[in-house]
């Protein structure tokens, strides 16, 4: 089934056509790479798929409802949550409260109960709290749960923003560039872990990546972008042997 649309996206900034024609989708549990060179307009994408902008033209569609001029908090509530290039966490925040602040996203308590640490409030802090420790358990940093969030060398952070991500129970994660700036085996553990988190999570991926080896690997489809347009869209093997991908992007790379 069919889980996110988009149908002749478009966006400029002023002069700057940075998406035109962007039409995309992507099935419930599938892996799917976006990739094209330095200013093709995929973070541009990323930013019109969770509300950031809104699109001078065209449709977005999530789980069958228009998502169009939603806010970026409301895109989070109806199960769209991502990561950012630019690791965006709270630094002075422990690693544990940086995932239970997302969970909270999803909490039912008055501010009464909230106030006087009562009823609803109590049980589910407790519920969050139990959520949080198990997601930073799989992502490996359970031991880490009470240490200051930039205190984590870089590869942990990566990890934990993704587990934070998924603290707010999406149904699509957006990852961008998730492997930047990691060594050859944490970009090999990364692999596992977006497989399993697929898998265990029932969860759609889509990615923007540079490192070739780990968008091959993971995603049965690619999109390429080029100018902000959908230059070439298949499996992997299909991407890898396009003449025109070759000559815009992948390069002396294949
Ligand atoms: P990279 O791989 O370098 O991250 P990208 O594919 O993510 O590149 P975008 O960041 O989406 O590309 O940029 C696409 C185009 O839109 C670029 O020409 C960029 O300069 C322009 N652009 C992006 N955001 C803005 C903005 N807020 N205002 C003006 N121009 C912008």
Redesign the pocket.
């Known amino acids: 089934m069919e889980l996110l649309t988009t149908d002749k996206v478009a966006k400029s900034?002023?002069g700057?056509?940075?998406?035109r024609d962007f039409t995309m989708h992507i099935d419930e549990g599938e892996v799917i790479g976006l990739i094209?060179?330095?200013?093709?307009?995929?973070?541009?994408?990323?930013?019109l798929l969770t509300g950031v902008?809104r699109p001078t033209s065209g449709t977005i569609t999530f789980a069958g409802k228009s998502v169009v001029g939603k806010k970026p908090y409301e895109i989070t509530a109806v199960g769209i949550a991502r990561t950012f290039?630019n690791i965006r966490l709270f630094g002075d925040l422990t690693v544990l409260e940086n995932v239970k602040i997302a969970c909270n996203l999803h909490a039912h308590y008055s501010l009464a109960e909230a106030v006087l640490r009562v009823g609803r409030y109590a049980r589910e802090e407790e519920e969050i709290e139990q959520r949080s420790r198990e997601l930073l358990s799989l992502f490996g940093l359970g031991a880490k749960a009470d240490e200051y969030a930039r205190n984590l060398p870089y590869g942990e952070q990566r990890r934990l923003e993704i587990a934070r991500a998924l603290a707010t129970r999406p149904r699509l994660l957006l990852l961008?560039?998730p492997a930047a700036g990691m060594n050859p085996q944490e970009t090999a553990e990364l692999t596992k872990l977006i497989r399993r988190l697929r898998d265990e999570f029932e969860l759609s991926i889509l990615l923007?990546e540079?490192d070739m080896g780990l968008v091959m690997d993971l995603c049965e489809r690619i999109y390429v972008?080029d100018y902000?347009k959908v230059l070439a869209t298949g499996s992997p093997e299909e991407i890898r042997s396009n003449p025109d991908v070759i000559r815009a992007y992948l390069g002396a790379e294949v």
């Open positions: 900034f002023g700057i056509q940075a998406v094209g060179p330095n200013g093709a307009g995929k973070t541009t994408a990323f930013n902008y290039q961008d560039e923007i540079h972008l902000g």
